[in-house]
């Protein structure tokens, strides 16, 4: 239905973000629950680098607070990571867009280092409990399953 | 270009280019955490998304007691019937103790020289279902499906058919979020009731342990002891089980014991819980809702070393 000229309906991307909060956040056994990739940043940065007029920061930003709620963490926290990693897609997406999946992974696996460290340094800053090496199992995972997301989401629009 | 098209007669934030939207969204999160830190800003925007939230909690906690149903659904004629003859005995068990208690009560109002019976000390309990769970080893919290306008309240003492569950660390307009005694930042006054040694149970994040770092290695603790809330602190009544002791251990080369305990509520399995109201007039009640609300965050975990004013 969306040819290479219309631009990617605002309510998909919202309706797939949502979708992919919901599976994120699935409660789950411990030794999975650490193994679990980060689906709505995936989500969130697929749209950033494949539609980013109509993803855009705004998508970030709420998907990251809603993250916050929904989590228990500090209000604000997972916003900024968000918004900043949302940001550097959208800058950078022209750039990302064009490069074979292997590359692309490539760059989510820092951007998804990047996030991590950030949400571990406001952790530390605000005297919370920073946490083992377990927070920072999803990000090889993300990298991973980047592909996969690509392929799930390229199927409900027509990526240009 | 395509994507500028709009922006000529729709002023929106879209139109922003994208870095200073993000200033914008950055310094937005920013504020959010700085409210966050203080008490009671945090609190109420808290409250405006935790009503937005719920819904999706719902969903997110669905597969979970979908499967629980189904199983139930399929369970069969035997199995049922097992249980029954199970429940029926318990209750026949349960009746026989009640009763034994109430004589207990009645000698002991006796023997105290009071005339009058005390109001009882549960006013009033309420049923809620657990809507989603988090057993991380960071948080331990349930997101039950009643709050504020069910007329639950901060600190509110939370149980279940075996024990004590937690506290109610967050309200809001429909759902509240329960911070059980298995929570890192959770801390329980207790008392050993063989020995009337008391203490503070801490959570560790595992929901099957917890710890009392806080005991002597003279102090009388031993494996298999159990442990009741004291009442100190002014959050929980007195004499709600706990847990067991599971583990006692002295270091000669440390002044604390090595004290853990396994609680005695259903942690990481109870379904139902039951909120619970006290009689203001009773001598062992926790402090009023008010003096509990007007706390700050976590009041447990900073014991409250005054009693609190009467209301």
Redesign the interface.
């Known amino acids: 239905m969306y040819t290479a000229?219309t631009?990617e309906s605002p309510l998909l991307v919202w309706i797939t973000v949502?979708i992919a909060?919901?599976l994120t956040?699935?409660?789950l056994p411990?030794w999975l629950?650490a193994l679990w990739p980060n689906l709505v940043l995936l989500t969130v940065l697929y749209w950033s680098t494949m539609a980013?007029?109509a993803g855009?920061?705004?998508v970030?930003?709420v998907a990251?607070?809603?993250f916050?709620?929904?989590?228990?963490a500090?209000?604000?926290?997972h916003?900024?990571a968000f918004?900043?990693l949302?940001?550097g897609a959208?800058?950078l997406h022209l750039l990302t867009r064009a490069k074979p999946l292997f590359e692309q992974a490539i760059f989510v696996l820092l951007a998804l280092l990047a996030y991590e460290a950030l949400l571990w340094a406001?952790d530390g800053v605000?005297d919370?409990?920073t946490?083992?090496w377990?927070r920072w199992m999803h990000v090889p995972v993300g990298a991973i399953l980047w592909p996969v997301v690509v392929g799930l989401l390229g199927r409900l629009h027509a990526p240009r | 270009m395509a994507l500028g098209g709009g922006a000529m007669n729709r002023p929106s934030a879209r139109d922003l280019a994208p870095g200073p939207r993000c200033f914008v969204f950055a310094m937005l999160s920013l504020a959010l955490m700085y409210f966050d830190q203080r008490d009671g800003w945090g609190e109420r925007i808290r409250y405006g998304l935790a009503a937005v939230a719920y819904p999706i909690q719902v969903t997110i906690g669905s597969p979970g007691r979908m499967w629980a149903a189904t199983r139930e659904y399929f369970r069969s004629r035997s199995e049922l019937r097992e249980e029954n003859r199970h429940l029926r005995e318990q209750g026949r068990e349960l009746a026989l103790r009640a009763m034994r208690l109430e004589a207990l009560e009645a000698e002991n109002l006796r023997l105290r020289g009071l005339h009058e019976a005390l109001p009882p000390l549960v006013e009033r309990s309420r049923i809620v279902n657990v809507v989603n769970a988090d057993l991380g080893r960071l948080r331990q919290r349930l997101i039950i499906d009643a709050g504020e306008n069910d007329g639950l309240y901060r600190s509110q003492a939370v149980i279940d058919a075996r024990g004590l569950m937690g506290q109610l660390a967050r309200v809001g307009p429909w759902s509240g979020e329960v911070m059980l005694i298995t929570d890192p930042e959770a801390a329980v006054p207790v008392e050993v009731v063989r020995s009337g040694v008391r203490s503070i149970a801490v959570g560790t994040g595992a929901a099957d342990e917890l710890e009392l770092p806080l005991l002597p290695a003279t102090a009388d603790v031993r494996a298999g002891d159990l442990l009741v809330t004291s009442g100190l602190g002014g959050v929980f009544p007195p004499g709600i089980p706990v847990g067991t002791v599971t583990e006692s251990r002295r270091d000669p080369d440390e002044l604390l014991a090595v004290v853990r305990a396994r609680p005695a509520a259903a942690i990481d399995s109870s379904r139902q819980l039951m909120m619970l109201w006290f009689s203001r007039s009773h001598p062992s009640a926790p402090a009023s809702p008010e003096v509990l609300g007007a706390l700050p965050e976590a009041p447990v975990a900073q014991p409250v070393t005054r009693p609190p004013e009467a209301h």
Do not use: N
């Not at chain 1, 916050?68 to 228990?72: C, E």
């Not at chain 1, 500090?74 to 926290?77: E, M, P, S």
């Open positions: 000229a631009r949502l909060l919901v956040l699935l409660p411990e629950a980013p007029a855009g920061m705004l970030g930003f990251g607070l809603a916050d709620v929904l989590s228990g500090q209000l604000g926290q916003a900024l918004s900043l949302t940001y959208i800058k406001i605000s919370r409990g946490g083992g377990a």
